[in-house]
């Protein structure tokens, strides 16, 4: 095939002039030896095609699986892949294409995870320290939108990069700005995938350049590490980070432990609904409680540092019940009331759960307000029917105690278990304990941690404020 063309070109050159064809000759010389390197690419060995192609590796995505990702859907499945072209690294961009061939995105790849692939961009080739500075602005620009400026102003403890959901997948960054005696700004930050791992170099500077803070903390040390075949990895990345750090949040203060506490230290998705149940303790006094007069009683389940308990004191409890299994939070909740003068208000017990609900009934007691906040209990599908489990056990022991006409908010936080299994679970509750329950409130997480259309795994938060009658 390759003499046939150059023959056929030969016939076209003595057709032309003598100037003509010295051009012509050279260009066809130069069009010759692309096609013969072309066509002997293949045997050529990686290092050597690597020199001679530029383009990335391309993921070809089997028919009609690219329909997920093109409605927002950041995330690839091993399944879903009908081959790869070219070598990829791990962790390396390699370029999405479907079935037809036709451009879906750029994504981080890990051949060593479920989720092979974690699409970054649409039109962004390369995730550099440019493409990170750009992502981190955008992400900023959208929690000044939704707080607005006089919050801003404040400077806020906030979630500054929340995954996928602002464009860098598995990147969590959590800022938080000391209060008075600790002041400054302090990054808590996760790289849950390889993709941001591989970059942290990169991804580091772009944080100082767009937050410019007083020192970065990693806490990845998250179980999901281990799914991206990476170890744990906990410390400080840049800066100086205070051993404690106390913020400000819904007019409290809170001593928050950047390296040693839960997550990143604070569960700032949780910010609004602290607000929105203290509210219900003046409201909570019209149960059919005996002790109207005394003020309600709350009960605070899975109370960590005591972001609900503080709160509630401060809004006028007249006791509140703090209880959690993990003695280094209950340290912190000692602090932390002891921060906002609530002491005397808030007592304080370390214990399991589901056992000291059990207690409690069996002792007789009653609250006006009960607060429910579980870790996750569905960390997969397979742990739906025990999660759904566990969480009917809860609630139902919860609806025993409260006061007809008191108030109960109750919370899950796996993304596998979705709004209608939770309410479903609310509902069996609430027939098995012979009550009814008005809903007050369906919430999620706070605006620092933006929902993405198309990517359910973003909206794992459900809360729900309901009335027990």
């Not at 949780?270 to 409680?289: C, E």
Request: proline share 4%; with cysteine; net charge positive.
């Amino acid at each position: 095939m390759v003499f046939k063309t150059y023959y056929q070109i030969e016939i076209l050159k003595h057709r032309l002039s003598s100037r003509s064809r010295a051009f012509f000759t050279f260009f066809t010389f130069c069009a010759f030896l692309s096609l013969l390197t072309f066509l002997s690419f293949p045997s050529l060995p990686p290092s050597a095609r690597n020199r001679y192609c530029i383009s990335m590796a391309t993921i070809i995505l089997k028919s009609k699986e690219d329909i997920r990702i093109r409605r927002g859907h950041p995330w690839i499945y091993d399944n879903e892949i009908a081959r790869v072209e070219g070598e990829p690294e791990p962790g390396g961009e390699v370029e999405v294409r479907d079935a037809r061939g036709l451009h879906v995105g750029y994504a981080f790849f890990n051949p060593n995870s479920k989720i092979r692939a974690r699409v970054y961009s649409r039109t962004a080739k390369k995730a550099d320290e440019e493409f990170f500075v750009r992502a981190f602005e955008a992400a900023w620009k959208w929690r000044k939108f939704c707080f607005g400026e006089p919050a801003i102003e404040r400077r806020l403890s906030l979630r500054l990069v929340y995954g996928e959901a602002d464009s860098v997948p598995g990147l969590i960054v959590d800022g938080f700005v000391g209060a008075t005696g600790t002041e400054g700004l302090w990054l808590s930050v996760q790289f849950l995938s390889l993709g941001v791992e591989m970059r942290k170099a990169e991804i580091l500077k772009a944080l100082r350049s767009v937050f410019n803070p007083d020192g970065i903390a990693e806490r990845s040390d998250a179980p999901v590490r281990a799914l991206e075949g990476l170890p744990e990895s906990v410390g400080v990345l840049w800066g100086s980070v205070p051993e404690r750090i106390v913020i400000e949040e819904n007019g409290a203060l809170f001593e928050i432990d950047l390296l040693g506490g839960q997550k990143t230290g604070w569960f700032l998705d949780q910010r609004a609904n602290r607000a929105a149940a203290a509210k219900y303790v003046s409201r909570a006094q019209w149960a059919d409680s005996p002790n109207k007069a005394i003020g309600a009683r709350v009960l605070d389940m899975f109370c960590n540092q005591g972001g609900f308990s503080v709160l509630a004191a401060k809004a006028g409890a007249a006791s509140v019940l703090a209880v959690d299994s993990s003695r280094d939070a209950l340290a912190l909740l000692r602090k932390n009331a002891a921060l906002n003068s609530v002491s005397d208000r808030i007592t304080i017990v370390e214990a399991n759960a589901f056992d000291y609900l059990r207690d409690l009934e069996k002792m007789g007691q009653r609250f006006d307000l009960i607060i429910l906040d579980p870790p996750a209990f569905a960390k997969n599908r397979a742990a739906l029917e025990s999660a759904r489990r566990g969480y009917k056990e809860l609630n139902l022991r919860a609806m025993h105690l409260l006061e007809r006409g008191g108030v109960l908010v109750t919370f899950s936080c796996s993304h596998w278990f979705s709004p209608e299994m939770f309410d479903a679970v609310l509902a069996d509750a609430a027939f098995d304990s012979n009550r009814r329950l008005h809903i007050l409130e369906e919430r999620t997480q706070d605006l620092d941690h933006p929902i993405l259309s198309g990517y359910d795994e973003s909206r794992y938060l459900k809360c729900r404020i309901v009335q027990v009658v």
